[in-house]
Nanobody, 127 residues
Framework: QVQLVESGGGFVQAGGSLRLSCAASANILSIGAMGWFRQAPGTQRALVAAITSSGVINYADSAKGRFTISRDNAKNTVYLEMNNLRPEDTAVYYC?????????????????????WGQGTQVTVSS
């Protein structure tokens, strides 16, 4: 069972940037897809961005043009670069590893049912 450890969250003003990291305890090339999700209080956990082992990427509409997902296979780490942050981006951000998944499939409802999750990292954006 792979373990995922997220880092890089914090407090930032609107318009600022953060880079989240998700370090995996296993070879991420063996994992079909990895993704970043977020959950704000009172809302459902939702996909932000996903990337497959072959490099196919899927972004939520809210992330397009502002966020960039990438992976460093040598470090078994997936990143989420977030720019031009808005107060509505405030949430706990979770990393997910899902075997046999496509980038599109990472966006299906009830994602908590699938794959392995990290503990989450808080991102707070002030106005």
């Amino acid at each position: 069972q792979v373990q995922l450890v997220e880092s890089g969250g914090g407090f930032v003003q609107a318009g600022g940037s953060l880079r989240l990291s998700c370090a995996a305890s296993a070879n991420i090339l063996s994992i079909g897809a990895m993704g970043w999700f977020r959950q704000a209080p009172g809302t459902q956990r939702a996909l932000v961005a996903a990337i497959t082992s072959s490099g196919v990427i899927n972004y939520a509409d809210s992330a397009k043009g502002r966020f960039t997902i990438s992976r460093d296979n040598a470090k078994n780490t997936v990143y989420l670069e977030m720019n031009n942050l808005r107060p509505e981006d405030t949430a706990v951000y979770y990393c997910n590893a899902r075997w046999g998944a496509t980038a599109q499939a990472m966006g299906i409802p009830n994602p908590q049912r699938y794959g392995t999750w990290g503990q989450g990292t808080q991102v707070t954006v002030s106005s």
